[in-house]
């Protein structure tokens, strides 16, 4: 069976190893600058750094509390911030702007009625018609399939 993290909705391993935490959270020179120029304190600075890696790795914003301990002092440590800072924000328009940022950064568009439309267009395209695969505890248990009784 596929791990969760290499599905279409991709998540934090529970185990990663020092090669996979430093190829996709340790910060570049130029990220680092970018985030320090863009932030006021130690607490925007590592906020915004996890934004920018872990969209990168993921391609979305987690929660900060799916964020795992070992990120947030990884990344921590590559900023060489003291121990005790954490990422945090003052404001949720901070943390919008944040985003925002990374998105621009990244080259990503951030437009919810497009989203929709192209989301309703392949919903019309796609469905119609067509039988949906049983679910996994279906196939498991030899049970119905959607629309048998």
Same mark, same amino acid.
């Given at each position: 069976m596929?791990? &969760?993290? +290499?599905t279409a909705y991709p998540r934090f391993k529970r185990l990663m190893s020092a090669r996979e935490m430093h190829v996709f959270f340790t910060p570049k020179r130029e990220e &680092?600058?970018? #985030? /320090?120029? =863009?932030?006021r304190s130690g607490e925007h600075l590592l906020a915004l750094a996890?934004?920018?890696?872990?969209y990168q790795k993921l391609?979305?914003? *987690?929660k900060a509390a799916e #964020? *795992?301990?070992?990120?947030?002092?990884? #990344?921590r440590g590559a900023l060489e911030l003291p121990e005790g800072t954490g990422p945090h924000y003052e404001s949720a328009n901070t943390a919008k702007l944040h985003r925002k940022l990374v998105r621009? +950064? /990244?080259g990503i568009s951030y437009d919810q009625e =497009?989203? +929709?439309q192209i989301a309703v267009e392949a919903i019309r395209r796609g469905g119609a018609g067509e039988e949906q695969p049983a679910g996994p505890d279906?196939?498991?248990a030899g049970g119905a399939g959607p629309g048998d009784l």
């Amino acid at each position: 069976m596929t791990s &969760i993290e +290499r599905t279409a909705y991709p998540r934090f391993k529970r185990l990663m190893s020092a090669r996979e935490m430093h190829v996709f959270f340790t910060p570049k020179r130029e990220e &680092i600058e970018w #985030v /320090q120029e =863009r932030t006021r304190s130690g607490e925007h600075l590592l906020a915004l750094a996890l934004a920018l890696k872990c969209y990168q790795k993921l391609g979305y914003f *987690p929660k900060a509390a799916e #964020v *795992p301990g070992t990120v947030v002092e990884h #990344v921590r440590g590559a900023l060489e911030l003291p121990e005790g800072t954490g990422p945090h924000y003052e404001s949720a328009n901070t943390a919008k702007l944040h985003r925002k940022l990374v998105r621009e +950064r /990244q080259g990503i568009s951030y437009d919810q009625e =497009r989203a +929709r439309q192209i989301a309703v267009e392949a919903i019309r395209r796609g469905g119609a018609g067509e039988e949906q695969p049983a679910g996994p505890d279906q196939r498991r248990a030899g049970g119905a399939g959607p629309g048998d009784l």
